[in-house]
């Protein structure tokens, strides 16, 4: 019987079957007002109109009450957030009203589910509660204006 010895994990032994899906030592870029590091595009799933990418966000925490006083959306395609950790965390979302944020409604969304927004859908930054956290984000990246945001008037969230 053949035997084999597990090795560790590198991008490059493992680039022949596919791509190793981990933080960058430097994020891409910060968002949701410094608070979010984006760890962009670190594997895509060709298709027609874009492509659709794979990203992990590290964000830091918020606690309850947390004041939301920006929404954002991304009317070319959906978004789905998974949490990579074991706790619960919040969604916040609005409906649109002729292309602006309606009154938002917050989600407490419980640990280890995940959300996948509509193509058009407001929704705040991403909020894990009580300690940071990562997700795997599934977005499109492509042509085309694909990020609105917008800053309202503060809404206080409470437990």
Not at 13 to 19: I, L, N, V, Y
Not at 63 to 91: I, K, T
Not at 96 to 102: A, C, I, M, V
Not at 103 to 130: E, K, M, S, Y
């Amino acid at each position: 019987m053949d035997m084999i010895r597990i090795r560790p994990l590198t991008a490059e032994e493992f680039a022949p079957f596919g791509e190793v899906l981990v933080a960058r030592a430097v994020p891409s870029k910060m968002i949701n007002a410094g608070r979010c590091e984006r760890h962009h595009a670190l594997a895509t799933v060709e298709r027609s109109g874009g492509e659709a990418i794979l990203s992990l966000f590290r964000s830091e925490p918020v606690s309850l009450p947390y004041e939301c006083a920006l929404l954002e959306r991304h009317p070319l395609g959906s978004q789905a957030f998974v949490p990579l950790g074991p706790d619960p965390w919040m969604s916040i979302v609005a409906p649109d009203e002729g292309g602006k944020p309606g009154a938002p409604l917050a989600f407490l969304v419980p640990a280890g589910v995940g959300v996948n927004l509509h193509a058009g859908t407001w929704h705040g930054v991403l909020t894990p509660l009580d300690r940071a956290a990562d997700f795997l984000v599934v977005d499109r990246e492509g042509a085309g204006l694909n990020l609105e945001e917008v800053v309202i008037a503060p809404v206080i969230v409470t437990a």
